[in-house]
């Protein structure tokens, strides 16, 4: 059986791992996105390790100089992770003592551990993937109030118990998204600042006797704060668990887009029709159109949902400090992410090449009672009744228009069936008590249904969204100044000193 290389911890042990031992403990295809962050979390490991006199400037200057050749390869394609060095700190450190020699390579990893390291690279990585999925919901907002300002007063049925319920607009019903996204945007943003804590320094759980400074780390990083408790810090993966929550609710609600679109489009409802682009046919029924994309978003969201409880159950049994269980929390969040960000980047799209059939959505808003309600008001206020006798009353009605397979627009009919129970209003008076469309001009209470209130919506959801773009693109520029600020000390140190090439 063929071993592989002794690893850089093996010093304890008397014999290598096998093959299979690597392949089972090994984090390769999870890691490999971490390449970049890695590299840059050493950067500025390195830098403070100088600052504080732990080692030379000759020693940082050879650190720093391979650890730029090593960027340099990882974004030319060249850097690949090799599964016998476990995991993508064991093959960046490996570069670097097998290139700058173990006389310089090997001081890198003085005061801090793999515990701490992952954590940074994890903390680094989800920062800007937790903003990635801000700017998709943003995006996905923008064509919601698309939709929203072109139908303010498009009126349709608004449902609960998947039951006519009350005339809304279309507009209204866009803008309820929007303002479901808008607290997925908050909870984002305390995932962000959960992510946004350094944990470089924690070490291996108690810190360390060198005196390093956390706060320059910090600062070279980007982060907001240190993340002061060294067992704390290395035991925690609340920050993934509250940026999964978040994820799951995100799908909820792209899951709950998607199932409206479903019925929407159907035959029976026929209220919505999708692009060809955005539909997928049958192999064997030539007449099907069917909503492919948004069944699949549908679909996915149980794999988001079981991503966050294969975190929690795998951190509920565990003692404080690290554990290797730990190493379990990355595959299912980045499949997470990548889910999300695939149903943000096609949905937008979707929704605005959608055909809304407005002339459909009235039809059906005046074909089933939905402004039953209406009436129900009109009896409380107009004729001082209570509104359990008026709901009464109007019920009564309703069932007997049903039994008679009628609606309130047969007039005469509804007319003398209310003067039964000593309701006199004149057939004009009832055409607009039941309008739907005066339905929605009167419901004018704070977040009701009226064009004027939607329309004051639309334009605080508008100042809310240009608030969170602001907030983005700060967090972003945080990030970007950081790297500069990590890049122009790295120039400094090195002055003239070029990228090393192939043999040097």
Not at 118 to 136: F, K, S, T
Request: net charge negative; charged share 25%; proline share 3%.
């Amino acid at each position: 059986m063929k071993t592989p290389q002794k690893t850089l911890w093996g010093g304890r042990f008397s014999t290598s791992l096998t093959s299979e031992t690597v392949a089972f403990t090994h984090s390769i295809e999870a890691d490999t996105r971490l390449i970049g962050y890695d590299i840059w979390g050493s950067q500025a490991h390195a830098i403070m390790l100088a600052r504080q006199g732990i080692i030379s400037d000759t020693d940082l200057r050879e650190i720093l100089r391979w650890l730029r050749k090593a960027e340099k390869d990882y974004q030319n394609g060249d850097f690949t992770l090799d599964p016998n060095k476990e995991d993508v700190h064991m093959n960046v450190e490996s570069y670097l003592i097998e290139n700058a020699g173990r006389e310089f390579g090997g001081k890198l990893h003085t005061a801090r551990s793999r515990n701490d390291q992952v954590l940074v690279d994890a903390h680094l990585y989800i920062r800007e993937e937790i903003l990635n999925i801000q700017r998709g919901i943003s995006t996905l907002c923008d064509t919601f109030l698309s939709i929203a300002k072109e139908h303010v007063d498009t009126v349709m049925p608004g449902y609960t118990h998947t039951q006519h319920a009350q005339p809304i607009s279309l507009g209204f019903w866009a803008t309820a998204y929007i303002s479901m996204f808008l607290r997925d945007q908050k909870r984002l943003q305390a995932a962000y600042e959960l992510a946004n804590m350094n944990p470089l320094g924690a070490c291996a759980l108690a810190g360390t006797t060198f005196p390093i400074d956390r706060h320059l780390t910090t600062k070279l990083l980007g982060f907001d704060t240190p993340h002061e408790h060294a067992l704390d810090v290395i035991s925690s993966r609340d920050f993934i668990a509250e940026t999964l929550f978040a994820l799951s609710l995100v799908m909820a609600n792209l899951s709950r887009i998607s199932e409206e679109l479903v019925y929407w489009t159907t035959y029976e409802f026929g209220i919505a029709v999708l692009d060809d682009v955005y539909s997928s046919g049958s192999s064997i029924m030539p007449q099907k159109k069917n909503p492919d994309i948004a069944e699949l978003t549908r679909g996915r969201t149980g794999r988001v949902y079981g991503a966050l409880l294969d975190l929690l159950t795998n951190l509920k049994g565990l003692p404080m400090g690290y554990n290797r269980d730990f190493q379990e929390d990355k595959p299912p969040l980045w499949e997470a992410f990548d889910i999300v960000k695939a149903c943000l980047g096609v949905l937008p799209q979707l929704l605005s090449t959608a055909e809304f059939k407005t002339e459909r959505m009235a039809e059906l808003t005046n074909a089933n009672f939905a402004t039953a309600t209406e009436l129900a008001n009109y009896l409380v206020k107009e004729y001082q009744v209570s509104f359990r006798e008026s709901h009464e009353i109007v019920g009564w009605l309703v069932g007997q228009l049903v039994q008679q397979e009628k609606t309130f627009t047969d007039w005469e009919l509804t007319q003398a069936l209310l003067k039964q129970k000593d309701i006199d209003i004149p057939i004009s008076q009832l055409k607009q008590i039941l309008d739907a469309e005066l339905a929605l001009q009167n419901n004018q209470s704070l977040g009701g249904t009226s064009p004027a209130e939607v329309s004051r919506m639309i334009e605080r959801f508008e100042e809310q969204l240009s608030e969170i773009a602001m907030y983005i693109y700060t967090c972003q520029t945080q990030i970007e100044d950081a790297h500069k600020e990590t890049l122009r000390i790295i120039d400094e140190v090195l002055g003239n000193s070029t990228v090393p090439t192939e043999g040097e």
